[in-house]
């Protein structure tokens, strides 16, 4: 069958007409080759995107699968999952511009999440009113007879400014050489800058957001403030010298504590003049008591050690005397005494022993020690908050029972196994701090765990 074409209709004889049609022509044209190059960009970051994704994809795979010395640290996987959540955002913002009816779906389903913002934020209110509020019908006036309401979190960028004292220097008339002018104020750091509030805002940078001190001078430097790192450094230390006496202070109130948790984990020191770092160690005490209602507000200690020997343990708790939660590390043992410290130790700790066995291999051993400590925490859960007398009692009643079968268990078990296995270890930890870990049945102060203080 032969093909018939559409026959091109006849141009008009008028040149106006036919320079019009040219020009709707060319105009149709180049709308094409836009929504062409349009088409294109799209693509290209759509590809891009695709492509970041399964880099990140592939890292995480890394991570979950691969060498021990690949694998990513806790930093670089929640930077993966930002940058994997804000390419995903970025494309529902695309297609959301493309689609009235996906906008309007994610937009209830935003709403519906979001819940409310905190009540101590200011609130600046702004009331959009109709143009005219005569009704169109009559022309009469109109009465208010409801409200939509929304809010949305706003910010006000962190704001620079000079402070300036002027001392006004005065001199008596009759007086020759009488002259008067005010103090000049003392400073944190004589001769500096900054004021108290600069150096605060650069320490709770540095130390609760984690941001290191080249990225602050350069985020100084956008503003126009040249100050270096070195310099900033230097105000952490003045600051550290001043606060000194607080955190003395703090650890003596938390020494006079019933119950304290401690823990000691690495950390990286620069060797001045080596250029590369070394291990030293953070030592921590804190106190917790809101899971048995105490009313001792929170705090925590951090100490600096070269090491993680004995000697740095009883430096940090001379003379406490309590009990002292703590994972069963031999520098803490030397502590324990009749009239002093009580351990009770980290149920964590042994089911951290498990859970490795259990994730790695088929291990019907530790995973039904998994089952018997998980049963404990849940009994737990049930009783957070609640006074310490009432705790002990559903301990008594519920918990003791199940580690006396835990422990028996162990024993029959480890009988069982090879001498050098790993899950004979697990239990062998286990069976080396029983009397510490048993401590929780004996006292409602007691956490089944050091993770307070591990956080």
């Excluded at 519906?112 to 209110?125: F, N, Q, S």
């Excluded at 962190?158 to 103090?183: E, I, N, S, Y």
């Excluded at 018997?372 to 609640?386: N, P």
Aim: aromatic share 6%; with cysteine.
């Amino acid at each position: 069958m032969r093909e018939t074409s559409t026959p091109t209709p006849p141009l008009p004889d008028d040149p106006a007409a036919l320079r019009a049609l040219l020009l709707a022509a060319w105009a149709e044209r180049d709308s094409a080759a836009a929504e062409r190059d349009s088409i294109a960009v799209e693509r290209d970051a759509l590809a891009a995107r695709n492509e970041r994704l399964q880099h990140l994809l592939r890292k995480l795979q890394r991570m979950q699968f691969g060498r021990r010395s690949e694998q990513l640290t806790e930093d670089q996987l929640q930077f993966a999952f930002a940058e994997v959540e804000a390419s995903i955002a970025e494309t529902e913002a695309e297609a959301e511009k493309r689609s009235p009816d996906l906008r309007e779906k994610n937009t209830a389903r935003r709403r519906a999440g979001r819940g409310r913002l905190p009540e101590h934020l200011p609130r600046i209110e702004r009331v959009l009113l109709p143009e005219s509020t005569a009704c169109p019908c009559c022309q009469g006036a109109m009465v208010e007879i409801g409200c939509d309401t929304a809010e949305r979190l706003d910010v006000i960028p962190v704001q620079f400014r000079a402070l300036v004292t002027r001392r006004p220097k005065f001199a008596c008339g009759a007086c020759p050489g009488v002259v008067v002018q005010a103090p000049a104020p003392v400073r944190l750091i004589a001769g500096g800058i900054p004021t108290e509030a600069a150096v605060a805002q650069v320490a709770v940078a540095r130390y609760a957001d984690h941001m290191p001190l080249h990225r602050q001078s350069q985020a100084l430097a956008r503003q126009g403030i040249e100050i270096g790192r070195d310099v900033l450094a230097s105000w952490l230390g003045t600051a550290a010298a001043e606060i000194r006496p607080v955190v003395a202070r703090l650890r003596e109130i938390l020494l006079g504590s019933a119950r304290l948790f401690a823990d000691e984990t690495t950390m990286p020191v620069l060797e001045p003049g080596r250029g590369r770092t070394k291990t030293g160690y953070a030592w921590a005490i804190a106190r917790d008591d809101r899971p048995w209602g105490g009313t001792e507000p929170p705090a925590v200690v951090f100490h600096y050690a070269p090491g993680r020997g004995a000697q740095h343990a009883q430096v940090l708790l001379a003379g406490y005397r309590g009990i002292l939660q703590c994972d069963g590390y031999v520098a803490y043992k030397g502590l324990a005494s009749p009239a002093g410290v009580t351990l009770a130790f980290c149920w964590s700790h042994v089911r951290r022993g498990f859970y490795d066995l259990a994730k790695k291999n088929t291990a019907p051993i530790a995973t039904e020690a998994l089952q018997r400590i998980a049963a404990l925490y849940a009994i737990d859960a049930e009783i957070r908050g609640k006074p310490a007398e009432q705790r002990l009692a559903v301990r008594q009643a519920r918990s003791r029972p199940l580690v006396e079968d835990l422990f028996a268990w162990f024993e029959v078990q480890l009988a069982r196994l090879p001498r050098g296995s790993p899950t004979a270890e697990a239990i062998r930890y286990a069976l080396n701090h029983r009397d510490g870990l048993h401590r929780f049945l004996e006292d409602g102060r007691i956490e089944l765990d050091t993770n307070t203080v591990e956080r």
